[in-house]
């Protein structure tokens, strides 16, 4: 089935330790995106990656680094896990050709809790 | 950068409608999104906007106004399972989305 796929789904992490979640989708999109989503607060875009091997910092990148070594892949890394780095974390992806509407599609998630 | 506001909570009664609106305040415009989500699950898609108008997708429909900064998301014949929160989310242009909190509404039987 095509689509975003997100691992772990969830994960309880001690503070200070180093975490990578991983997203991989299957729609040859270019464009991938790493979000995290805190109550009231909505989505916010922590890094990007316009086409493989090319990265961008969103609003928050502050403690978190991302990698695009192919199309498919979009890891994201937490060199040292801070509680303020409890949320949900939401990879999306796009076209991005510029033949639609470069619609984002998001994956199912992984809830982090940093104590 | 954006500024985006959209109502918390909403409450209506199965089989009415309801409008959420939507205002922001961009430095540069290229689309606004509707996405709906349900609790503990991912934003879904469903609906853009980048001319004014209306956009009518089934039971829901999308207005845009850009000179006013403004668009509401409608949703008609309101079923239970349309409780969730919508999110609007404006796209500059660099292709970047920003997304407002969000809008609960609970559809009461």
């Known amino acids: 089935i095509a689509g975003i796929t997100q691992a772990p789904t969830s994960q309880i992490l001690a503070a200070g330790r180093r975490m990578t979640l991983r997203c991989t989708q299957d729609?040859?999109?270019?464009?991938m995106y790493w979000y995290r989503q805190d109550l009231g607060l909505g989505l916010r875009l922590i890094h990007y990656s316009n086409t493989a091997g090319t990265t961008g910092k969103g609003e928050v990148p502050d403690g978190y680094s991302v990698s695009r070594a192919n199309t498919d892949d979009f890891p994201l890394t937490l060199a040292s896990a801070v509680p303020s780095q409890t949320s949900v974390y939401f990879c999306?992806?796009?076209?991005?050709?510029?033949?639609?509407?470069?619609?984002?599609?998001f994956g199912p998630g992984t809830r982090l809790t940093v104590l | 950068g954006q500024n985006i506001d959209q109502p918390t909570e909403m409450t209506a009664t199965e089989g009415a409608i309801v409008q959420i609106n939507c205002t922001y305040q961009?430095?540069?415009?290229?689309?606004l999104f509707w996405y709906q989500q349900h609790a503990g699950e991912a934003p879904t898609f469903l609906s853009y906007n980048v001319l004014d108008g209306l956009e009518e997708k089934g039971r829901f429909s999308s207005f845009l106004s850009r000179s006013k900064g403004y668009s509401y998301l409608l949703l008609k014949e309101l079923q239970m399972k349309d409780s969730a929160s919508y999110l609007c989310?404006?796209?500059?242009?660099?292709?970047?989305?920003?997304f407002g909190a969000g809008t609960t509404v609970t559809v009461r039987a």
């Open positions: 729609m040859r999109h270019n464009a």
């Open positions: 961009t430095s540069g415009f290229n689309g």
């Open positions: 999306a992806s796009s076209d991005s050709s510029g033949s639609g509407t470069d619609t984002q599609y």
């Open positions: 989310a404006v796209r500059d242009s660099d292709y970047k989305l920003s």
